[in-house]
């Protein structure tokens, strides 16, 4: 089965690193694979553990679509460079997250606010919010501005 993987893009200004957690909050617009079905702003955690009914298997997201009997689902798949875009990375793409999705397709991804930045002296900026796809700040300490923009994702 293929996964589905999150891309993104961004030009990076004094970056080290773009990241999240496990406790980021993932945002999409889904797809029934097997009807036009749809589901706008559905959400979900690494962390969010879910039992699928009448299976020994577990799930981050779980829906059930009323033309389809079973339960489709969301897995988060760990990869080498899960959820991190490095300051080697600037303004290519890269793949930042990957899904294994069963009877789901993921159609649109909303980077949310809880998105972690490490800037090059070290110093790391929690809740940065990249769904206007630009963010920026000042670090007195060094006296440089801090910035990414640009973003750009796919779901693909």
Known sequence: MKNTVVRIKAELENVKRLFCDDEYLWIFNIRDSTSSLTRDNIQFRK???LEIPNSRGTANFMIKWTEYPKYSTINFVNTKNSCSYEEVNNNEWRD?????????ELIDF???NNF??????????????????NWCDYNEEHEMCVGIYNLEYEVN
């Open 47 to 49: 962390t969010d553990i």
């Open 96 to 104: 930042f997250a990957s899904f294994e999705c069963r009877g789901i």
């Open 110 to 112: 909303f980077p949310s």
């Open 116 to 133: 972690i930045v490490e800037d090059t002296k070290g110093k790391l900026y929690y809740d940065v919010n990249l769904s206007d796809q």
